[in-house]
């Protein structure tokens, strides 16, 4: 079985990845193994076989099985704060995906919306965003692709992808086991057994986790209170308690049946079961009569992080995933055939407002979703010349969704009585198929020089239903408007890319590439009535993209050096904006988006490995249409076209340190890891409300590691940054007495400040 000896390493450049290998057996083999930065085996060209990523000519970000251990990292959001230009964020909805990569992704929480950034488990696109936010206990690998992706990605993406590859079936058993155990109620599990059924024949696995924890957020931060009109005893109504616990079962079996020396067929299931607590939000913009003796008399601390709910929340998300895999190979090159299924189903209920008031929850009962994806692909790799190779293939997918949401909101910020209530409810449905055909050639006009060319048709058709969000007749959900709407809308799009690429020397390449990326139409299934302005769909946004890359490795090995320049046209942009409390979908904007991403590695001396990563983006609108920027009823092009886009810094950074030795007389080997990400300033909303500072993250770990074991401590957000996730800004309009009803909430980024202890055994 292979031993690595290093911690996570952030990948190079526009394709960085690569890995650490070594063993124990004596310090020669450990010098040797030490001398070279190994690479990682990657599949984002779907070629017949994989290839390293620093010979594929796309920025990649991959990381294995031993560089997610490595860095503790749980899940996608935290796989994100690693890799440059790229922010995998949940909306404060739990199990959203809102990813966003070079300044393009999914804001918000409408679930009609497809995701900007393709996420793929074992080839099969996951098309609605919900579960999304894939833990990687199980992982095999991750890859996060930047920049559109369109050729050979499953659905199209504007932004880029994400894909991630399952652990498979051994030829020898293997067990794994870890344990994490941690502040706030910390208690994981992880287990694996792989190996032989049937000789060489059949070969199975099947992991299992359970994941536990009470929760990091403190759920009162103070504040003061004053006696007030309608809260005449002055007193804190907040809950005082632990949130965002969450209790998580995931069991991934997997079967291959290797018919042939040629034929294997893989049988992928997982089932993923989460329980927990609401939204974590935090109160940052405040409506200006709020701390009134008027009104609540309620002054929050808006410089710290902790929230303050006055009502209990929860979630339950239940996934079902089963992927058929069938790959051929022949002489001129391998057939593959992946057969998906997914099934989601979702509930929640939460304290919106991040204050110890009703001004906004989601309650019991109403908020839930329930959706069906099936998916076929099929392409052929070829591998019959090393000068022509090509590769073609077909997808077709049906998505079916159900859903509804219910709000209740308080009179403060409807201009009313604070003690009235307000319910809304809205129900909604969408069927859609995506037709697709694929290509990609590469030819070689000489050795070191090769030239490429791919395209995707695409064809989309949707049917969506909705019965808007309006206001009840009673605040117990009675008396709501019954009148559905329905609208179809298809769309077909080809998109194409180009590229060169030169192989310089053996550890030097360049490239550059054009291409377009394609996000679907969209309808909107939070409308707030039946104009056809908010029923009909958004027209599809595209993009189109020049990117120049260099990838060398040099120093014997020890260095590593990827650097890539982009600039992007983004058109027709979909947004939604909160306005008088409302989303409304339309494509408002045309932008520009440029940006430099840079990733460093160096092995000065034996053991000590530094690396990271800098990305720059600059993005800017040329255009904002229909936007009423000040909320004064007028729409304002000049004030729009100067807003930054929301979730997106400037800059974004990471940098790592680790050391492994061995003490004289000890068998054991030690290593001493520590990071830093970082994020510069940047707006969570689209209207500019709510700013986001720039922050951040001190991670460390100290482990030892024996034969088939590691042991170790751990630690997290050390400095207890707090980080803003997904943002909300509502804006009102005019309200009680005048005052001007802005609420801005953010939801936590990232966990409070965690540290635990770690065991991982494998056989």
Request: hydrophobic share 35%; aromatic share 10%.
């Amino acid at each position: 079985m292979k031993k690595y000896t290093f911690p996570l390493i952030i990948l190079l450049s526009s394709t960085s990845a690569f890995a650490q290998s070594g063993g124990q057996e004596d310090d020669s083999a450990i010098s040797e193994e030490r001398r070279a930065i190994s690479e990682i085996v990657v599949t984002a060209q779907k070629a017949a076989k994989g290839e390293s990523v620093q010979k594929v000519p796309v920025a990649i970000s991959a990381f294995d099985s031993s560089a997610l251990a490595r860095g503790q990292l749980t899940n996608l959001t935290e796989v994100g704060r690693i890799s440059p230009g790229t922010q995998l964020m949940e909306p404060g909805v739990p199990g959203f995906a809102n990813f966003f990569i070079r300044g393009v992704g999914l804001v918000g929480s409408v679930r009609t919306l497809d995701p900007a950034v393709s996420i793929t488990v074992d080839g099969m696109p996951q098309e609605f965003a919900l579960g999304t936010i894939l833990d990687v206990e199980d992982a095999e690998r991750v890859e996060i692709l930047r920049g559109p992706q369109g050729i050979l990605f499953g659905r199209n993406a504007t932004g880029g992808a994400v894909s991630l590859t399952t652990k498979r079936p051994t030829n020898d058993l293997r067990i794994e086991a870890s344990a994490r155990i941690g502040n706030g109620g910390r208690f994981d599990v992880y287990g694996n057994i792989s190996g032989p059924i049937a000789g060489d024949t059949i070969l199975g696995k099947i992991s299992v986790s359970h994941k536990h924890s009470n929760g990091l957020y403190r759920d009162r931060n103070g504040g003061t209170f004053i006696p007030s009109l309608f809260n005449p005893s002055g007193t804190d109504n907040s809950l005082v308690k632990n949130e965002g616990g969450t209790d998580i079962w995931h069991i991934a079996p997997a079967l291959e049946l290797r018919a042939t020396d040629n034929l294997t067929i893989s049988l992928l299931g997982d089932y993923r079961l989460e329980k927990g607590d609401g939204l974590p939000t935090v109160l940052r913009s405040q409506p200006s009569n709020l701390s009134s003796p008027n009104f609540f008399g309620y002054t929050p601390d808006l410089n710290n992080g902790f929230i303050n709910h006055d009502a209990p929340g929860d979630h339950r998300l239940e996934t079902k995933r089963l992927i058929g895999e069938i790959a051929l190979e022949t002489d001129y090159g391998v057939f593959t055939s992946i057969t998906g299924y997914r099934d989601v189903e979702y509930s929640l209920r939460g304290d919106v407002d991040g204050i110890p008031f009703t001004i906004f929850h989601f309650p019991d009962g109403g908020n839930v979703d329930d959706s069906e994806q099936v998916s076929q692909e099929l392409r052929f790799a070829s591998t019959f010349s090393d000068v022509f190779r090509f590769t073609v293939g077909g997808y077709y997918s049906e998505l079916d969704f159900t859903g509804s949401e219910r709000r209740l909101y308080g009179g403060f910020l409807l201009g009313l009585n604070p003690a009235f209530r307000q319910a809304r409810e809205s129900s909604w449905e969408q069927s859609g198929t995506t037709k697709a055909l694929f290509y990609n050639i590469d030819y070689n006009i000489m050795p070191s020089l090769r030239l490429s060319h791919g395209g995707r048709y695409t064809k989309d058709k949707k049917t969506f239903t909705i019965l808007p969000l309006r206001a009840c007749a009673n605040p117990d959900f009675t008396g709501c408007q019954t009148t559905f709407a329905t609208d179809s809308g298809s769309w077909d799009d080809f998109s194409p890319k180009f590229g060169a690429e030169w192989q310089a020397t053996r550890d030097t390449l360049l490239y550059a590439t054009w291409t377009r990326g394609y996000r679907s139409g969209n309808y909107n299934s939070r409308a707030p009535n039946l104009d056809p302005s908010n029923v009909l769909p958004a027209d599809p946004e595209s993009i189109k993209q020049i990117e120049l890359g260099l990838k060398t490795t040099f120093w014997d090995g020890r260095a590593r050096v990827n650097l890539a320049a982009f600039t992007s046209k983004y058109a027709d942009i979909q947004r939604t904006v909160i306005v008088n409390s409302f989303q409304t979908l339309a494509n408002a904007a045309s932008a520009k988006v440029k940006g430099l991403e840079a990733e460093v590695s160096v092995e000065p001396v034996n053991g000590l490995l530094l690396s990271g990563n800098i990305g720059y983006t600059h993005a800017r609108y040329d255009s904002f249409d229909g936007l009423d920027v000040n909320g004064d009823g007028i729409i304002d092009p000049e004030l729009a076209a100067d807003l930054k886009f929301e979730q997106v810094p400037e800059w974004t950074g990471f940098a790592e340190a680790s050391y492994t030795f061995s003490l004289p007389g000890v068998s054991q080997e030690f290593t001493a890891r520590t990071s830093y990400s970082y994020k510069s300033f940047a707006y969570g909303d689209t209207i500019n409300l709510v700013p986001i500072k720039a922050h951040g993250l001190l991670n460390a770990s100290f482990s030892m590691r024996g034969t088939g074991w590691t042991a170790g401590v751990y630690g997290k957000n050390l400095t207890n940054e707090f980080n803003s996730g997904q943002s909300s800004a509502f804006n009102f309009g005019p309200g009680p007495f005048g005052s001007e009803q802005k609420l801005g909430l953010v939801y936590w980024g990232n966990a409070p400040r965690e540290y635990g202890l770690e065991l991982r055994f494998e056989y």
